[in-house]
């Protein structure tokens, strides 16, 4: 089993529990699912671009991506409806706990200036959002291969109920935040 779905089964659920005075294990809060997403508008000139992207965004989080295509067509951004124009994968299971735990314990600590992570970045329903600015912080990613550094959005869908338990199932899993 992977070390931090361990550390939430043996750790966490029963703190947590023990903190929103919860009476059944089940109603702790957990995460549901991860997806990462990154935007490709140059690709609807060159579609070399997106053989390049998913070659290292699927070692990124162990899958193949999706392609994400625009729903409609918008003149000034010269996109018509049905270009491809990004992609996202999303993980469950093994591979979720898997993306999270590289995140929380090398990917974030490699940024540059990292103080934690704002408090702003919660949703009223105690999703979190962040965005990367570059995809070589990743170990995955060869420096190397990559042609042009693009930006990266992770959400990170839990069953919270709002910010503050969304938050505590976070800290709980070494998330860093700021104080």
């Known amino acids: 089993m992977q070390r931090l779905k361990e550390k939430y089964m043996n750790e966490v659920i029963g703190k947590l529990q023990q903190e929103l005075g919860l009476k059944n294990s089940l109603a702790v809060p957990?995460?549901?699912?991860?997806?990462?997403?990154?935007?490709?508008?140059?690709?609807?000139?060159?579609?070399?671009i997106l053989e390049k992207v998913k070659v290292y965004f699927s070692e990124l989080g162990g899958q193949t991506p999706v392609v994400t295509k625009a729903k409609k067509s918008i003149a000034t951004f010269k996109v018509s409806k049905g270009q491809p124009i990004g992609m996202m994968m999303t993980l469950r299971g093994t591979r979720m706990y898997a993306f999270l735990d590289?995140?929380?314990?090398?990917?974030?600590?490699?940024?540059?200036?990292?103080?934690?992570?704002?408090?702003?970045?919660?949703?009223?329903?105690?999703?979190?959002?962040?965005?990367?600015?570059?995809?070589?912080?990743?170990?995955?990613?060869d420096y190397k291969s990559v042609d042009k550094v693009r930006g990266l959005a992770v959400t990170i869908t839990t069953t919270a109920k709002n910010k503050e338990e969304g938050k505590k199932l976070l800290e709980g899993l070494g998330m860093p935040f700021r104080s």
Not at 102 to 112: D, E, Q, T
Not at 117 to 127: E, M, R, T
Not at 129 to 136: A, C, D, H, P, R
């Open 30 to 48: 957990r995460i549901s699912k991860i997806v990462i997403s990154i935007g490709l508008g140059e690709a609807k000139d060159d579609s070399g």
């Open 102 to 141: 590289k995140l929380v314990s090398i990917v974030l600590p490699k940024v540059r200036d990292f103080k934690g992570i704002s408090q702003n970045c919660f949703d009223a329903q105690g999703n979190l959002n962040i965005g990367l600015k570059e995809q070589t912080i990743f170990p995955e990613v």
